[in-house]
């Protein structure tokens, strides 16, 4: 008999759904027992993703037809919106499953902001106030003892390991701190758009979202966390002809600080930690480094206007920005070791 | 009798080098009658750039064995350092000559500032105080009575076009700019480096020479110009897995002006331009719009930071970004139309 | 008054539909007066196709509201199937108009054959009789007092011009013939098809339509034609994670011939034309080479196999493949320098 | 005190020294103690190769610094040529050390050939004599008995796996089979080539060493051997823009047998293999199914000339086509789970 935890991946035809049955299939302690995908419910997972081949997985089969009582955990690769609603049934079925959400549904904490942000009152408050933020180096601890984790987006991912420290330090001014992010097309998800097209996408660079981005208020909520104060923080993302990576270009004005201070105070704050790596100085963060890996690498430059600084990291979008982070918080989570299924070395070249 | 212009390039085997070929192969006014690339003197030019197999080209030669005075212009496409000695043999040989260099040994009007950043004394400082700055838009009447305009640098064109109407509108505080700078690979020329092999510099997202790019101190030098006053600004490159295209993506502080005043005053500015267009309200620009051409788009959009402004431009490094901005002065140095031989449509995708 | 031609582009929301309009645009004896598409009526152009922000186009319409008697030509790049009942209604409204077929409706001259491969009878049968394959290099008389041209697809293109001399020369034995395709992803369309996101297209290569692919039996029309007796090839695309371009790697069993047998026939078959061009022995084609161009390159190459030999040819498959064939056909047929408008050189890196 | 094997990698500092890096380092049964690359000696493997900045690597060293005896095994990709005398010396002062060569020194068996094609008489003849060609699923006796394993080049592995069992199975004439093979640009090392510049191999497709490359003499000596008979078979790479991947068209023309037929021999050639899957009939392999894995897909097709079949099979060239088969194979010379710290799933996207 197994002693693997039973998993189960709801929205698997989806590219955070198929990352997180890459890497829990080859999980020491998990075993996938369950995945969802509605539009596809019938059909065998390698005729959704063919780079599966070689696994032997579960039919893909509809969200409700799932008996939640067999399950250990559950991955929740959804679109926000249903999610919560999903969730709430999930949580009611057996109270003592684990929930790691990818959506975006319980991240923001203050309800007001999350109606403003996605356009309608949430529908499962008693559980976004339950919910834990998934920023594993930060909120470990609740992690550790929640049943239902809200795992951050890929940017705040990458911004907050990059400035949360410092804001926490008040080494930074919290309100100058400008955030110039790019990100792989896998982003955007795979839903069928435009602008995600090989011949659009391809061989070319834009803006989107100037202003208007989801992961703001995300961002936000946590450096005012740090802060002890509201803050507003610029967040331009573009979109970077790669299927993976993202890239978060932080300038931040020093609060009497010096470059040299922000460095030590991130060193400082990673010392201990198995997947954030503080570049030494002069090396340079590049998406390349981390592919298809769960690290995080940051470095920090001296601006050439004084009194300023730049602060660089860099992620997976689908790992440590989505997949990679949940399983890493289902490790705290179950006790496992928390690296456990996550020590894949980047894929370079 | 052919009435066209007879005109040489120097470094025909560089990418700007063969983009001045490109576009001078079709122009109705110029004819190439010399090519120089001394590491490749004796081959055929479609030996070095295949693509150029439809054309009738003159052999490549050593530049030592040009006879200058059969020539009325030369695009001079040879790397920093070695180009000023050059370039001053060619207007001794030949005083009448029309010189369009695109290296960057003659944008810097300042001596100390020249020596600084590419470390050594000028060699031929009277030259350097004769030649004008390429920037076509800027400096129209002065490139069009001269004989030496030293075309600026790819980064340069996208943000002083971006920036250089705010600053003299005073509409911004130039103490605080910020340019978080995207480039295609070709940026970085065809010599053999190991960054910019397809293995290393695809799929992947690099931020380079942070704080230490030789393009700053250009930008500097014009932004002071407009603004009346020395000013340091943030200049951070980064590397994109693409082959052509330059996005700057500029971080402004308004001072007392709006996001439309900013909007406003460049298209004012470029209302009879035909090469920069200032996108409407809400329109993306893209490299992709421009790859190819010799246009420009510069877009105006709100930070969610009080009193501060985002203004993005796009432009194809190779063209407007060097050769296309080279012939466009060539044009007015003769008394040409302003786009004669420059009018090709961004190729898309 | 303008003496250029009236020209309409049916279907210019489709990446052909664009390059024709890139191209016309441009053109010294033409003016795009219309433009439809049907999805996007109403809007303008530079909505649907941002890089177009510097052109003064007409607003896009359907294709019912245009007059046809306003117009010399059209241009049609609408889906197979829908497009043979648009050409007969707009023929019927004016019989003097010259239609530039860029769709798969009036290529096979056999109704069988299309019935077979396209699931339906044709439905203007009258006008499948009267259209002349556009492939211009083998029927340029017809093709010169025609009005109905049905430009041949891409990979034809390429095909053809790689094999027709010798199936005609009798060097090769028509039996035989193998071609191994490769294409850019614009071939797909513009089309929302999951294959062809950049996360799934990009950094892989897959075969697809192994055995299946439309293209095949225009190939084989045309191989027929030319060798007088019925042929089946091997034709077998692969997608290739590039916008545009398309290779033909085709391998021939020789008739007697030798290599350079086949390079001279070849050569001589293409002497005088302006598009096609034979490599020098031991050049290889590369589609980079022809990119955004009109121009074809071909090589043959020994095989180690005794008596066969390798034949490789390059196009974009936008242009030769389509819309700037359509348009060297329309030079034609008004009396036009062949070369009109098409003279692009294509664009490295 | 660790019982893992010690393990040195000579030429680290190429692409297949370092996927071989990469999968080392997660082995659960080996130890990465010795790392070389003489050209790069005295510095730290991160600086070489930044994606390991997580990993604790033994700094690079010369070849000649090495103490062999201290190893139990050693990795070598190093060039062809100098590699041969390398491995002898290494062999001389260990002769029980295990040596998984993945250059080309000791792959060809006919000394003959070997000369013919690399230029010189080999300078390690007896070794030459005693390695074992290291293609694991038809050598698997041989190699867990040797101590020097060939490992085949990445063409090679990938046609001869589609083959080979049907050459055996007589179901296939050998002596009309056609190889059309598309590489990724890894596949031509981390040497600097201008034609491997992202700006030169990107956005496009070109044919190279046709008829001359050296793999093709492999492919033979494997295929005769298959087939009891001297075979030419062709052998036609391309270089397609991607980083990783490898896929072969192989056209076949079938002796008496049918497209089930060749289906059904290599499923039942592979059905014990952990890392060769046979697709079902319709399914169409792709690169992107096998990226940064050790597995290998195969898919047979008809052809639409009668007594024709198309074989198509697909391998990521620096893991089953280098590092991961020559991990594969220690692992058998070793006693190990023949999949131990090979069973990474491919990442897609």
Not at 46 to 72: A, I, N, R, S
Not at 84 to 107: C, H, W
Not at 190 to 218: D, I
Request: with cysteine; proline share 5%; hydrophobic share 40%.
């Amino acid at each position: 008999m197994s002693s693997k935890k039973k998993i189960g991946v709801l929205g698997a035809s989806g590219y955070t759904g198929a990352d997180a049955v890459r890497l829990l299939a080859r999980h020491p302690h998990a075993e996938i027992t369950t995945l969802t995908a509605n539009t596809h419910a019938g059909r065998a997972m390698e005729d959704v993703f063919p780079h599966f081949f070689m696994l032997d997985l579960p039919k893909l089969v509809e969200w409700e037809k799932v008996d939640w009582e067999q399950l250990d955990a559950v991955f929740c690769g959804l679109p926000h919106g249903t999610t919560q609603e999903i969730i709430a049934a999930v949580l009611k079925a057996n109270p003592a499953i684990k929930v790691l959400d990818m959506s975006a549904d319980f991240r923001l904490r203050d309800r007001e902001v999350y109606a403003k942000w996605y356009g309608h009152e949430h529908r499962a408050p008693e559980l976004q106030g339950e919910a834990v933020y998934g920023l594993t180096e930060f909120y470990r601890k609740k992690i550790a003892s929640s049943r239902l984790v809200a795992c951050p987006g890929c940017y705040p991912t990458a911004s907050l390991l990059a400035l949360v420290p410092l804001a926490k330090a008040k080494l930074i001014d919290v309100h100058d701190i400008l955030i110039d992010a790019k990100s792989g097309v896998t982003g955007a998800g795979r839903g069928l758009k435009q602008n995600t097209l090989f011949s659009e996408a391809g061989e070319g660079l834009s803006p989107y979202s100037v202003g208007t981005h989801r992961h703001a208020p995300e961002i936000e909520q946590e450096i005012g966390a740090a802060a002890g104060s509201a803050v507003t923080v610029n967040f331009t993302p573009h979109l970077i002809p790669m299927a993976r990576g993202e890239l978060c270009t932080c300038y931040v004005r020093l609060d009497g600080a010096s470059v040299d201070d922000l460095r030590d105070a991130l060193s400082n704050a990673y010392r201990n930690e198995p997947f954030v790596h503080v570049a030494k100085k002069g090396v340079m963060p590049q998406t390349q480094n981390v592919r298809g890996s769960n690290y995080v690498q940051i470095g920090v430059f001296p601006d050439r206007i004084k009194n300023r600084a730049i602060v660089i990291s860099v992620l997976d979008n689908l790992v440590k920005g989505s997949a990679g982070q949940a399983i890493q918080n289902m490790n705290l989570m179950f006790g496992f070791p928390e690296t456990a299924g996550l020590e894949q070395i980047a894929l370079f070249p």
